[in-house]
């Protein structure tokens, strides 16, 4: 019996996607010459996208089980905070600028929450945040009173979780100053400012505020916004994004809410500001509406006005937007660093992703041409083309996709995160540089930063060196 040397599937596996890729890059190449070897070629590359869009779920089903190590403390500016952090007596407390105090007012709007208990006992407002844009909830705490406390721990690519929370005397004090210069929620905290004593007027008050939270906010007519509170609106509910496949660095704003009528009145402040602003709200959802400012000139404009008024949370976005690029893979990139958040990570592309699809965009373009001119022919060669092009473009996605996992995963890992499942071998097989990392316990000082989100180092550090010492 003779036996024949096997190469291991981790090193045979990657040989096989990459020979499948190339053979898709020369694809349009033998189309017209050899039409049964590129329908055989697509089959086999319509197999390798399957193989690894089943590996991106295992690793994504495995990602889900792994739990954050527990958050203790947290960090604001430059200070170090243990959970819970209380503010401190009410004579010593700060007293807020008019500016910060319309910052905060816009920025509750955006994320805060006003309700009161079923027994009717108390009332109170809150508001959550990840725990790397914990200083604005500092503010809250400094400025109203309150407690911090762990809403929820890490999970997967979900961030830990920071809750601001204030009740009873303190809620109905910070209600009042927070009615003033809030606009959306301003009813809401009307009715929690006058919390009664009599059971019975509670009850009223709870029904009303239940009622309100159902339907759009009544804004008069003579309340209008500014630039601090706009600052504290884009902060919480606001995005800075770069348009994709574009040759400009081109950048806009969107700030998404419930109900439209917060927007139109941001819209109306951007219109007075600016000659043609630009603005348009859309529906994004069947419950949310979206504001988008896309010009150019306004944009930039926009984005120094907001660091002037105190933009915290999208400061580093802002800056690096207004910042000079040499082309807009490089303003992609650098943008891509600064967010805080994971939602769109496995769906973003790289720079090859760009490009590709920068040609299937061109692509396309050249299809629908020959097709206005009737040449059934070249439609035929551009729909081959663009099929082989856009099934190409999905492979590298997945594996990009699939490196991106391995890659948090381990530093996960090696950030001291568990899971009550085994480690999928697909993941052993990558960053042999980081399997020994893992067994080392001041490891998080060097891989944390290079987890999911640079500034969530932080973090993890420090919840590491809290369980070494």
Same mark, same amino acid.
């Given at each position: 019996?003779?036996?024949?040397?096997?190469?291991?599937?981790?090193?045979?596996?990657?040989?096989?996607?990459?020979?499948?890729?190339?053979?898709?890059?020369?694809?349009?190449?033998?189309?017209?010459?050899?039409?049964?070897?590129?329908?055989?070629?697509?089959?086999?590359?319509?197999?390798?996208?399957?193989?690894?869009?089943?590996?991106?779920?295992?690793?994504?089903?495995?990602?889900?089980?792994?739990?954050?190590?527990?958050?203790?403390?947290?960090?604001?500016?430059?200070?170090?905070?243990?959970?819970?952090?209380?503010?401190?007596?009410?004579?010593?407390?700060?007293?807020?600028?008019?500016?910060?105090?319309?910052?905060?007012?816009?920025?509750?709007?955006?994320?805060?929450?006003?309700?009161?208990?079923?027994?009717?006992?108390?009332?109170?407002?809150?508001?959550?945040?990840?725990?790397?844009?914990?200083?604005?909830?500092?503010?809250?705490?400094?400025?109203?009173?309150?407690?911090?406390?762990?809403?929820?721990?890490?999970?997967?690519?979900?961030?830990?979780?920071?809750?601001?929370?204030?009740?009873?005397?303190?809620?109905?004090? #910070?209600?009042?100053?927070?009615?003033?210069?809030?606009?959306?929620?301003?009813?809401?905290?009307?009715?929690?400012?006058?919390?009664?004593?009599?059971?019975?007027?509670?009850?009223?008050?709870?029904?009303?505020?239940?009622?309100?939270?159902?339907?759009?906010?009544?804004?008069?007519?003579?309340?209008?916004?500014?630039?601090?509170?706009?600052?504290?609106?884009?902060?919480?509910?606001?995005?800075?994004?770069?348009?994709?496949?574009?040759?400009?660095? #081109?950048?806009?704003?969107?700030?998404?809410?419930?109900?439209?009528?917060?927007?139109?009145?941001?819209?109306?402040?951007?219109?007075?500001?600016?000659?043609?602003?630009?603005?348009?709200?859309?529906?994004?959802?069947?419950?949310?509406?979206?504001?988008?400012?896309?010009?150019?000139?306004?944009?930039?404009?926009?984005?120094?006005?907001?660091?002037?008024?105190?933009?915290?949370?999208? #400061?580093?976005?802002?800056?690096?937007?207004?910042?000079?690029?040499?082309?807009?893979?490089?303003?992609?990139?650098?943008?891509?660093?600064?967010?805080?958040?994971?939602?769109?990570?496995?769906?973003?592309?790289?720079?090859?992703?760009?490009?590709?699809?920068?040609?299937?965009?061109?692509?396309?373009?050249?299809?629908?041409?020959?097709?206005?001119?009737?040449?059934?022919?070249?439609?035929?060669?551009?729909?081959?083309?663009?099929?082989?092009?856009?099934?190409?473009?999905?492979?590298?996605?997945?594996?990009?996709?699939?490196?991106?996992?391995?890659?948090?995963?381990?530093?996960?890992?090696?950030?001291?995160?568990?899971?009550?499942?085994?480690?999928?071998?697909?993941?052993?097989?990558?960053?042999?540089?980081?399997?020994?990392?893992?067994?080392?316990?001041?490891?998080?000082?060097?891989?944390?930063?290079?987890?999911?989100?640079?500034?969530?180092?932080?973090?993890?550090?420090?919840?590491?060196?809290?369980?070494?010492?």
């Amino acid at each position: 019996m003779s036996f024949r040397r096997m190469a291991p599937a981790s090193q045979s596996k990657p040989f096989l996607q990459n020979a499948v890729g190339a053979l898709l890059i020369l694809l349009p190449l033998w189309q017209t010459q050899c039409p049964a070897f590129c329908m055989q070629t697509k089959a086999n590359g319509h197999e390798v996208l399957k193989g690894l869009e089943n590996e991106d779920t295992r690793l994504a089903q495995y990602m889900e089980t792994l739990v954050w190590p527990k958050l203790t403390c947290f960090h604001a500016f430059g200070q170090t905070y243990k959970l819970p952090f209380r503010s401190r007596a009410a004579g010593n407390r700060k007293s807020p600028t008019s500016a910060q105090l319309e910052y905060l007012g816009g920025f509750f709007d955006g994320d805060g929450c006003v309700a009161c208990k079923s027994d009717l006992t108390a009332c109170w407002l809150s508001m959550g945040q990840v725990a790397i844009n914990a200083e604005v909830l500092v503010l809250f705490v400094e400025f109203f009173g309150g407690c911090i406390y762990r809403q929820a721990n890490g999970q997967g690519i979900r961030q830990p979780k920071l809750q601001w929370q204030v009740h009873c005397q303190e809620a109905r004090a #910070a209600a009042k100053q927070l009615s003033s210069v809030c606009l959306g929620k301003r009813e809401q905290l009307d009715l929690v400012s006058n919390w009664w004593d009599n059971k019975d007027e509670r009850q009223l008050v709870a029904d009303q505020l239940r009622e309100q939270k159902k339907r759009p906010p009544t804004i008069p007519s003579e309340l209008s916004l500014s630039w601090p509170y706009l600052a504290g609106l884009s902060d919480s509910a606001g995005c800075i994004k770069l348009r994709p496949n574009q040759n400009s660095k #081109a950048v806009k704003l969107e700030i998404t809410q419930k109900y439209k009528a917060l927007l139109l009145l941001s819209k109306a402040f951007l219109d007075r500001q600016f000659e043609e602003s630009g603005a348009e709200i859309y529906s994004c959802t069947k419950s949310a509406f979206r504001l988008e400012i896309t010009d150019q000139k306004t944009v930039r404009t926009l984005l120094q006005e907001l660091l002037k008024a105190g933009l915290m949370i999208k #400061a580093s976005t802002a800056r690096c937007a207004l910042a000079p690029h040499r082309n807009h893979a490089s303003m992609r990139e650098q943008l891509s660093a600064t967010i805080t958040g994971n939602q769109g990570r496995y769906t973003r592309l790289d720079a090859q992703g760009c490009q590709r699809s920068k040609s299937i965009k061109s692509l396309r373009s050249k299809m629908r041409a020959a097709q206005r001119k009737h040449d059934s022919k070249s439609v035929e060669q551009l729909e081959n083309q663009l099929a082989t092009l856009q099934l190409h473009h999905d492979i590298e996605n997945a594996k990009c996709r699939i490196r991106r996992r391995k890659e948090d995963i381990k530093m996960l890992l090696a950030a001291g995160a568990t899971s009550s499942k085994p480690s999928p071998a697909s993941v052993v097989d990558l960053d042999h540089d980081l399997v020994s990392s893992e067994k080392n316990e001041s490891a998080p000082i060097v891989v944390c930063h290079r987890i999911i989100r640079p500034r969530l180092a932080e973090h993890l550090f420090n919840v590491s060196n809290r369980r070494i010492n």
